[in-house]
């Protein structure tokens, strides 16, 4: 019996340690510990609630732009703000870009090297390497020559030493099943993303001014004028530009992602055995097709909002935000009526309490009343929830009636056809995985519709972006509140306002990797990473490969979960708000 930890997990965004206990070649316990705390939360409060989602768009430089949407949803909804079509749309846009750049560059640049040994693919036949290209997809660069040039360089930077991205990494592990040809396509496509994620990221630029960190939102709308023969405005010239974005972005999910992911999936269908977890899937549901209060109109919503509990498909049950805690139960924070409590984000505190051990250590304390980390433990009826692709293609393959439900299940039924499994490979760690790509394929086409629709609004002669007869603050209600709730690429996202005297009172933001990297709670009940994590299997206990197979799949992000601490525990800035 050995405790290994695994500190930092890289290949994500922020601070992770994973701790797990292993016995007789597999995980038998584990804890899920987010080692830095942030407190956007805090800086929050007092503020003018218009500027909330300026603020709490920087809690994450990845999903940068998820944050704002949440936000200004949290605002729009306390102040009874209804959006335009034109708002709606350029949000949805703006979103369907954020996950299909976030899922390919996840699927290629985070994940992939769980799967794919790039040492081997120095061993490939670029002939051979280039037949099984053209069997899988008519992608145009797959000639011998170009993935021998691939090959050639992935040589030059092995001999030169220096790894860099690829260093400290498990080559050669036994859990590793592609051959060398799979491998050297993989890496080609691995370099061939990093290029085509930067060029289909204008998309933000067009309609955001920018990436990371999105200018255009405002409450009540979009502040990007439309005018088709304008200059500096969303016009003609700049939609042609954002449908060849998007057409090129689709064809290469289509032609590199899915046919990658089914390819490399082929020779790990023992994964859809491993990394099931808790088993309850939420999702709140997004991007509205019409107009109305997303919080409270998910009919509206292309992909529905829902919870499946314990993998039964059979029933999609509804979400009532109000049955959303968040515990501490196991977290660095402490609450004025008892850690054994758990609070609805409305009424949710952010009081820090770091009681863990003083670096440098080899354990964190993970006794049954320990804390043990940075993230709260958000709870659905006391239940935990996956949150994330898997969540989404789930509850829209359940939902017959939801606008999504035919692509979703005509594509999710492709898949698993092609890998000749059934339904429940899903509940897995391949079938979060597999989620992932299903949905980016699902969105890049439905983006182009939506494009479509904005367009033909725009030739209809509705120029609107904003909600101008809600436009005076003066005529606000001096006192609400709101709830934003959205779906980020990595799952449920929710910001809960309050507003008293026009200002920010509280502001709680509960979002997708809390929900899945979470500690346990007051009823020892272990938060999603935690549960798939049981059971994997550990060839090699000094390289623990598999665990982070399983915790890559649900593609984490700590700068959002936790919303500064060095590696020694100690504060690195602390900011002084006026
Ligand atoms: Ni920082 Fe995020 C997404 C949000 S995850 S990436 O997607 O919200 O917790
Ligand atoms: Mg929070």
């Known amino acids: 019996m050995a405790k290994i930890a695994i500190d930092p997990i890289t290949r994500i965004e922020g601070h992770l340690r994973i701790e797990a206990q292993v016995e007789g070649g597999a995980v038998t316990n584990a804890w899920s510990s987010s080692t830095m705390w942030r407190g956007i939360e805090l800086i929050l409060q007092n503020r003018d609630p218009r ?8 809690i994450c430089g990845v999903c940068t732009t998820v944050h704002a949407l949440a936000s200004v949803r949290a605002v729009e909804n306390a102040l009874a703000i209804e959006i335009p079509l034109n708002a709606v749309l350029m949000r949805n846009l703006i979103e369907a870009a954020q996950y299909i750049q976030d899922h390919v560059i996840h699927f290629y640049h985070l994940h992939a090297l769980d799967w794919v040994d790039i040492v081997s693919a120095l061993d490939a036949d670029p002939q051979a390497t280039s037949q099984l290209a053209e069997s899988i997809s008519d992608w145009p660069l797959s000639s011998a020559s ?10 030059a930077f092995v001999e030169s030493g220096q790894l860099g991205p690829f ?8 859990a590793y099943k ?6 050297l396509m993989a890496v080609a496509h691995y370099l061939e993303a990093l290029d085509w994620q930067r060029n289909f990221i204008r998309i933000h630029a ?3 001014s920018k990436n990371p960190h999105l200018q255009t939102y405002v409450v009540g709308g979009m502040t990007l004028a439309i005018d088709p023969n304008g200059q500096s405005v969303l016009n003609a010239e700049r939609i042609a530009l954002l449908k060849d974005l998007f057409a090129r972005g689709r064809e290469f999910v289509e032609k590199v992602y899915i046919p990658d992911l089914l390819a490399v999936a082929s020779f790990y269908k023992d994964w859809a055995a491993i990394g099931g977890g808790v088993g309850n899937y939420l999702t709140y549901g997004d991007f509205p097709i019409g107009v109305g209060d997303p919080s409270s109109k998910p009919d509206l919503f292309f992909f529905p909002r829902g919870i499946i509990l314990n993998k039964d498909l059979s029933m999609v049950h509804p979400v009532d935000h109000a049955k959303i805690t968040e515990y501490v139960t196991h977290s660095w924070y402490e609450y004025a009526v008892g850690d054994a409590a758990s609070l609805h984000p409305w009424e949710g505190e952010t009081s820090p309490n770091y009681t863990g051990p003083t670096p440098p250590y080899k354990f964190l304390n993970t006794g049954e009343n320990d804390k043990y980390s940075w993230l709260k433990a958000p709870r659905y009826e006391n239940q935990p929830m996956e949150v994330g692709p898997l969540s989404r293609m789930l509850v829209a393959y359940a939902s017959p009636d939801a606008p999504s439900h035919a692509s979703v299940k005509e594509k999710v039924d492709t898949a698993l056809g092609a890998l000749g499994v059934g339904p429940e490979a899903l509940f897995s760690t391949l079938g979060r995985t597999a989620a992932r790509g299903i949905e980016t394929w699902v969105v890049a086409e439905a983006a182009m519709g939506w494009l479509d629709q904005l367009t033909d609004n725009i030739k209809a002669g509705d120029l609107r972006i904003h909600a101008n007869e809600k436009w005076d603050p003066q005529q606000w209600p001096r006192s609400a509140q709101g709830v934003g709730m959205t779906d980020a690429p990595r799952g449920a996202l929710g910001h809960w306002v309050t507003i008293e005297d026009g200002k920010i009172l509280n502001y709680q ?10 500690p346990r709670d007051a009823e020892a009940n272990n938060g999603p990473y935690e549960s798939a994590l049981i059971g994997t299997p550990i060839a090699d206990e000094e390289k623990p490969l598999e ?7 649900f593609d984490p992000c700590m700068a959002c979960a ?7 525990g100690r504060e690195v800035i602390s900011v002084k708000v006026q």
């Open 562 to 568: 936790a919303h500064i601490f060095d590696a020694e």
């Open 167 to 174: 260093g400290n990494a498990y080559w050669g592990h036994p």
């Open 51 to 58: 500027d909330a989602w300026y603020l709490t768009q920087r």
């Open 206 to 208: 067009v309609l955001g």
């Open 178 to 183: 592609l051959p060398p040809e799979a491998n």
């Open 509 to 518: 933001c509960v979002v997708p990797s809390t929900w899945n990297g979470g």
């Open 146 to 155: 170009y993935f021998a040039g691939v090959q050639a360089k992935i040589k």
């Open 547 to 553: 665990i982070l197979r399983t915790v890559h799949s």
